[in-house]
């Protein structure tokens, strides 16, 4: 049985209804044969600047498509997907919400990628693959749920080969005080462990990496979540989106980020570490 933060961190997830909700939603989205993975894209990147961010930072770690890669934190799966598609790696993804496992599999399945791809409900304190068996690991907005960053990134280092990179892509605190809640990732604070950038590059040295790309971007991000909120609420909800994921509370957790994201209270910052 997970602790109980990892087990609070489910249920703001894995909400009822939910594999039901999404898959009934990619059926009538995209019919019932086989579907290219981009037309997910409004369900299955659920970070701020969606699959545009994606493409941008698995474009800086040189990946090859010999390469096994480790997505921690996967949710749906679109990020593990995309290294699968676009890099033609071998990629394993681990979430904690048994749901959004259950719901990338079936996507894996649908998209024709399931033979390259192992999706696995579990912990990112705890991986389930041993010493250096994976070339390269991403982490995209997983970290704000984790308090124990010591040993997130702990684990990252020890799963993965000499030279392999870990790219963390995460929403950090910004200089100005006064965070606000709900947001996408958490109802209340008591889920919610933002760390500064500073902070989050020592974390990730101090696991034993050496830092290769550090950017904030909080401005693409920001200028891309904007213009997806105008999208919205001139069109209304599509058939496949956000809304399925974060409920009847949405608006307001994206409010309260995108006023967070001006207002200075937290940013978006890119690392890469390559492992010593
Ligand atoms: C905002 S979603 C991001 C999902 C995915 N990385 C993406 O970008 O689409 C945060 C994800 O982190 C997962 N998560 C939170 N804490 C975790 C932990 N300790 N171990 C594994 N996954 C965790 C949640 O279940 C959720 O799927």
Redesign the pocket.
Known sequence: M?PA??TS??S???TPGLVERVIRAVDEACGAGPIDPKALSAI????VGGRAA?AYVIATLGLTPDMAVL?????????ARYLAKACGCRVAG????PE?IEIARALNERTGLADRMEMVT????DLPWPDRHFDAA?????????EDRDR?YAEAYRVLKPGGVLAV?DITKGPTEGLRYPV??AETAATSFLVTPTETRRLVEAAGFQIVTEEDRRAVAMEHHRSRVAALSTAGPPVLGMHLLQGTTMKQKSQNMIAMLEGGQITITLLVGRRV
Request: aromatic residues 14%; proline residues 5%; hydrophobic residues 45%.
């Open positions: 997970p933060a990892e961190v489910i703001h997830y894995g299955d990147e659920f970070h994606t997505d921690i934190g996967c949710g749906l799966g679109g990020v681990i979430d904690l919400t959004y579990g912990s990112a304190l991403v982490t995209f907005h997983v970290a704000m749920n984790i997130m892509y996408p990732w």
